[in-house]
């Protein structure tokens, strides 16, 4: 095959750096304190991140333009990295987490910084804005086929809505956990800059549909992934405490299908965990045992299979190129069996 | 002359109104609880705005294009709009102003809807970026000449630049106040929209110089009326109280002259009502009557008359069309000389 993923992770990174440079030039031209704007957006991105956007993207352009120049994702790659760390900005000071990659929250460096919390969040929220503004500008610079930028643009546009209208739900916790997940990653983590790089790469309409076919269930397996890692991952690997979204009462897959098939007082059980603000390490484990011997995590799991077994056979009919399906199918194993 | 400027109030607030039907439909569909924000954006965007952003844009599209279809300017004067949705949504939150065109500001309506503060908050600000989403979406779809796109495109974004850049300048209360001004109104008022609008007429690189050199003036003077009708404006047509500014202790062009030129005592008169948090209606009268003795006033007047006349002399010399100067000129009348 190709290239590696390594080497689609450095072009973006590179991309990245250099287009920071050039907005600390401009910013300091403009103002004498955007500087500390423009860092807090650089220094979380370039933090870390599994750049799992970029290697989707450069995967579906791969897939419809084997030769084409490598260099042509770089700026749309640095978008998607750009909206999500817009959007982390955000969460993180609306979820009150304080940790992100390792470091600090956005709005936890702004407030220690500035002394005042509401100060702090404030500008925590224009650096996300600048970063929103960021990722519009690298996408405006996009090298699509002229024919192609109206969808390319539509594409970024309809992702950017989609992950706005799943944060409501997540904050209004509401009932539906398939379709917050759903709007919060479905289109912007996979299918999102699957059809970008397609975009870029001027796919034809039956490639467009193919991978947008491939999409939806890699999609679904990540985040049942995310799920499942969240639950029953390894403390050591994943750097979050054992059974970290249990303790925290998030709405997971995991939840939903405890849910749906728990006797009523194994439910009640559920509900007093995810109900309490702080579960003892006990309950957590003793719900965690639970999950795994009532068949939950294994019905979870068998789903995942399922899941990453119709996109691989999606790939398998398509028209796409072989260097792009090699790199999906190493996608689709990157996504549906990392972990961390 | 050709267009009155109520014809292009109502073209762009038709072009929103339309808009704002597709997303309620778009959203319908994508979240159940989605229309809130949509609601949320398109009640405020339409509770009504001075609209003076579109009428610069068109007014810049005639100069240059006299006979266009008048059409061609409503997608990037809607993108205006939202994007001054956005920035005031975001602004009343940071600035903790409960009112905003009449009504109760977005953060205000949305912690009411669900009986807590900080989720109140969160929401407005996910009802902001549906707006940015939404402006740049119009933006997207604006008729520019394919050649002049990727300028027009370059034009918001700087916008959106100067504009984060001047909000967090004010959050600092940093003492450079022409310069927060600058940022915040300079581009965004005046020489963004009629930039944007010469580029949809396809302007010459003449055109596009002498806009900008009569945009210049004509944004200082707008912001200097602002400051002046802050300050001495009306209640009963501004409708905000007498000496709004100084009761806010904002840091106007008023405040900057005033500490520039006066006297050692009287300048500590002028900083006790800015640190007052609620400085009594006599002491603001008091500081208003010696902001008039003192000459002060008529130096930031006559301060605004030069930059009249300076824009008035950029347009005499400039090769633009009839229609387009008489339009300015009308814009130069309306933005200098208005009592609100």
């Known amino acids: 095959m190709g290239e590696s993923f390594e080497q689609v992770v450095q072009r973006v990174n590179a991309h990245l750096a250099a287009y920071f440079q050039e907005k600390r030039l401009e910013t300091q031209r403009l103002s004498p304190r955007a500087g500390e704007l423009v860092e807090a957006v650089a220094e979380l991105t370039m933090r870390g991140g599994k750049r799992l956007r970029p290697i989707a993207l450069h995967a579906g352009y791969r897939a419809v333009c084997p030769s084409g120049d490598a260099e042509r994702t770089s700026a749309v790659s640095a978008a998607l990295e750009l909206l999500q760390s817009y959007f982390l900005i955000q969460d993180d000071w609306m979820d009150s987490d304080e940790e992100r990659r390792g470091g600090p929250a956005v709005h936890i460096v702004l407030t220690r910084a500035h002394g005042d919390d509401k100060l702090g969040a404030s500008l925590a929220i224009l650096a996300g804005d600048l970063a929103a503004g960021f990722a519009f500008e690298l996408l405006h610079r996009a090298p699509f086929p ?195």
Not at 209 to 232: H, I, K, N, V, Y
């Open 146 to 340: 002229a024919a192609r930028l109206p969808e390319g643009l539509a594409a970024f546009s309809r992702m950017h809505l989609e992950v706005v209208c799943g944060q409501q739900l997540d904050l209004l916790e509401h009932e539906d956990v398939a379709l917050t997940h759903h709007l919060k990653t479905g289109s912007y983590t996979v299918r999102g800059p699957l059809r970008l790089g397609a975009l870029l790469g001027d796919a034809t309409p039956a490639q467009l549909d193919a991978l947008e076919r491939f999409g939806e269930p890699l999609g679904l397996a990540f985040q049942l992934r995310d799920d499942l890692l969240g639950t029953f991952g390894d403390p050591r690997i994943t750097g979050k405490p054992a059974g970290h979204d249990l303790r925290e009462g998030k709405q997971t897959v995991l939840v939903a299908e405890a849910r749906a098939s728990l006797g009523a007082a194994d439910r009640e059980r559920l509900e007093r965990v995810l109900d309490h603000a702080e579960p003892s390490p006990r309950e957590i484990a003793e719900l965690t045992d639970l999950l795994v011997q009532s068949g939950v995590r294994a019905r979870v799991e068998a789903k995942l299979d399922g899941l990453v077994a119709h996109a691989s056979q999606v790939l398998a009919g398509a028209a796409l190129a072989p260097e792009g399906t090699q790199m999906l199918e190493a996608l689709l194993a990157r996504f549906a069996q990392r972990d961390k």
